[in-house]
Nanobody
Framework: QVQVEESGGGAVQAGGSLRLSCTFS????????MAWFRQAPGKEREGVSC????????YYADSVKGRFTISRDKGKNTLYLQMDSLKPEDTAMYYC????????????????WGQGTQVTVSS
């Protein structure tokens, strides 16, 4: 059974940083698109960032460009999201996902998901 597990969430003040990690239990998933999504209470899930190993491309939501950086460590089957200059509006549950997708920041095509890690940013 494939497992996807996020970690690294927490509570920080505005302007602070966090690094989220996502570990995949099978290395084959690492050949697929890997992404971070987030969902705040009462809001829809939104794509934050995606990395496509086949092309080496990275994608970011406009709201996080210049502040967040996605990366991976293939040897550790781990995906990261470095989040800097955090804002209160970044508060959400953050999810990691993998899949074969045509629209990197749309959640519908991803079929492997973690349980999420909470990020809370206070002003």
């Amino acid at each position: 059974q494939v497992q996807v597990e996020e970690s690294g969430g927490g509570a920080v003040q505005a302007g602070g940083s966090l690094r989220l990690s996502c570990t995949f239990s099978v290395s084959s998933l690492f050949d697929r698109a890997m992404a971070w999504f987030r969902q705040a209470p009462g809001k829809e899930r939104e794509g934050v960032s995606c990395l496509t190993p086949s092309t080496g491309n990275t994608y970011y939501a406009d709201s996080v460009k210049g502040r967040f950086t996605i990366s991976r460590d293939k040897g550790k089957n781990t995906l990261y999201l470095q989040m800097d200059s955090l804002k209160p509006e970044d508060t959400a549950m953050y999810y990691c996902a993998a899949g074969r997708v045509t629209t990197p920041l749309e959640s519908g095509e991803y079929n492997y998901w973690g349980q999420g890690t909470q990020v809370t940013v206070s002003s």
